[in-house]
C-alpha cells in the first residue's frame, strides 16, 4: 500500500511513518521544511519539499497535482491546516486518491470551539460555562460574571489560549486574540484525559484513552508523558459524541476530570491525528495502519481492547521543555529513566530523527525565548 502523509515536522507524523513502514507500506511525506524529522527515518521511503499547508493557500493544488502524478492508495493529512486544505477540493482528490476523513459538516463543528462547545451541550455532553463575546463591551460584561482564573480561546481548532485572574486581565487578554474570536469559559481543575477512536461513516472501529502524566506548556499542552487507560465513563462521552457527528476518519475528542466532581468536562475536539499517537500504538492500536486499511479495504475488524498502564514518554523536546519550566518536577523526571517499563518516541532500529529532534529542541528553545512563549506562554491561572 503506498500511503502519502503531511507535515512531517510532527511528532505524530514520524510515529505514523514508523508503523507503516515497519508493515511494509510504501511511505512518502510532505513537508515545507528540509529538516523535518520523518524525511529522517528510515521508514519513509520518499521525502517531497511542499508549501506550508497552514500559511500558503497553494498547498491544496501541490497536493492534487502530486496525487495526479504519483500513484497513492491512501492519504493521511496530519495536521489541521492540511486537513482543511484537503477538504476544499475533496472531489477533486478523491478521484487519485482514498481520504478517509469526515463529511464537511462534521469538521466544520469539530474545528470551531463555540460550535463544538454548543454542539455537545445539546447532547448532554458538560461543557465548562462558557460566554460568546462579539464586542469588547461583551467582555466588561461577562467580566463580572465570570468565575477566576478564566480561560480565553481562540475559535479556532488552531487558536490561541490565554488565562486571565482578574477583570483587567480578561479584558486585556481578549483584546490580544480577539481577531480569532475568542470564547470565554470557566477553568477547569483537573487531570486531562484523551478519547481517540477511528470511525467508519458513523461506526466506531477502534479506540483508545489515555490520561496526560506531564504536559508542556505545564499550564496545558501537549502531551509530555502520558498513561494508556481504559475508562468507561469516559468512553460513553466521547463515542456519543462522536456517533452523534457520524463521524469518518480518525478523532480525538480531549476532556479534563473536574476534581471537585470527578465528570469528564469537554475541552474540544480534535478532528485528525493527535501528538500523544505513538502511545496508542504502543498499547496496541495502530490507528495509521487501520486508517489505511479501512480506506482502501472498505473496513476492518473492530479494535476495542489493549494494553493499558503503558507509559510513555516525549523526551525531546516536550518533556524537556516541562521540566525545565516546572523544576518541581525534577526528582521525577529523573527517576523515570530508571524504570524500563516506560516507551519513548526513539527507536534504536531508527536513530536519525533522534539527532535532528535533538538539534531542533535547541533552536524551538531558542525561538520561544525570542518570542516570550517558553515559561507560560498561555499566562498563569492562579487557582
Known sequence: MRVLLTDGNFKHTLAAVRSLGKKGNEVTVLSHLSFSISFYSKYCHHH?????PEKDPQFAAFLLEYVKKNHIDVLLPVSFAAVMQV?????ELE???????????????????????QFAEKIGIRIPKTWYPRTEADVETIAHEVSYPAV???????G??????SPGELSEKYRMISRHSPVIQEYITGEGYGFFALYNHGSARAIFMHKRVREYPVTGGPSAFAESVYVPALRDAGLRILNSLHW???AMVEFKKDEK???FVLMEINPKFWGSLGLSIASGVDFPTLTSTMAVEGDIDPVCQYETGVRYRWLFPADLFHVMTNPRALPQF??????LTIRYDLDIHDPAPTFIQMGMTFAEFVLRLKQKRFWRPHGRPYC
Open 95 to 117: 478521484k487519485y486518491v482514498k481520504i478517509p476523513l469526515a463529511e464537511d459538516g462534521a469538521l466544520d463543528i469539530a474545528g470551531s470551539k463555540d460550535r463544538t462547545i
Open 87 to 91: 477538504v476544499h477540493i475533496r472531489h
Open 334 to 339: 529523573i527517576r523515570d529513566f530508571g524504570d
Open 152 to 158: 480565553i480561546k481562540g475559535s479556532e481548532e488552531s
Open 261 to 263: 466532581t470527578g465528570d
Open 48 to 52: 517531497v519539499i511542499a508549501p506550508d
Open 248 to 250: 469518518h476518519g480518525v
Open 160 to 165: 490561541f489560549v490565554r488565562y486571565a485572574n
